[in-house]
């Protein structure tokens, strides 16, 4: 495998040079085998579904010991708690997760039969860390199109509005890449992209998650969330997929397993499960 450092975001003029789709692609399953059809209308509609249980009370124990071991690893190491990025390519049971037909079956309802996954990244919020992440979209840092790609916020922990869960601006996803400008270093922001004005794009809805559930979001649903100010960690795995068919640029292809029915392009890579 190459190893570029896929933690690097792409540059503006990358994304523009590759001349994306970004319109937003409803789901068209009048069939879903997960979801409810009520669900796929709510994506439709707001951009995303939640709450979905997910994992039990020991099932998300055991994950979450995991991670609590993980994560002193990595600071030994020198990294912080938001440095665990690409996880499922050098972490079995990240993998295990990505690929896990509990999560994989609500995706491909609204996704469609052939579905990839590629992202796999724990934003942990530390007791009283202070940092937010302004109002952005996904499909703003990644090199795919067309915009047929999603992501699930797997709670880790409980997120509340205490410690910092995720909020959304439902409905806005229809309007497609928004205008966004480089992060001010007095919003401790946790990435580098702030959009403003949010709500007039739509309605602000919270997102309270029980440790165990999770949510599902498309990638130009505008979203992010507050500091945490508390004295509880905030931690959530988030799982990126997308449809088979979209094409990504810039070696990302190499993050891709194949999740859910086939890849007939064979653009993405499909690297086995690490040790």
Known sequence: MNKKDFSIIPTESELAAMGRDLRFHPSTNTDPKSLTLEQ??????????????????????????YFDDLLAQVMQGGGDSYSIS????????????????????PVADLLGEDVIGWGSH?????????????????????????SKA??????IDDADLENGCMKFIAGSQVHGHMTYRPSDSSEHNVLNQTIDDPESFGRRVDDPLKAGQ?????????????????????CGLTLRYCSSDVRADLGWSQKGVLVHGQDDGSHWSNLARPE
């Open 150 to 155: 999603v992501t699930v916020w797997l709670a």
């Open 40 to 65: 796929i209308e709510q994506f439709n509609q707001d951009g995303y579904v939640a709450p979905l249980e997910i994992y039990n009370d020991s099932e998300i124990n055991s994950i979450r010991s």
């Open 214 to 234: 999770a949510s599902i979001h498309a990638d130009l649903l505008l979203h992010g969330s507050e500091a945490n100010l508390s004295d509880r960690r905030r």
């Open 122 to 146: 724990f934003f942990c919020k530390m007791p009283g860390d202070g940092k937010a992440v302004a109002w952005h979209q996904d499909a703003s840092y990644w090199p795919l199109s067309p």
């Open 86 to 105: 690409s996880a499922h390519l050098k972490y079995g049971p990240v993998y295990d997760i990505l690929t896990d037909p509990k999560i994989v079956a």
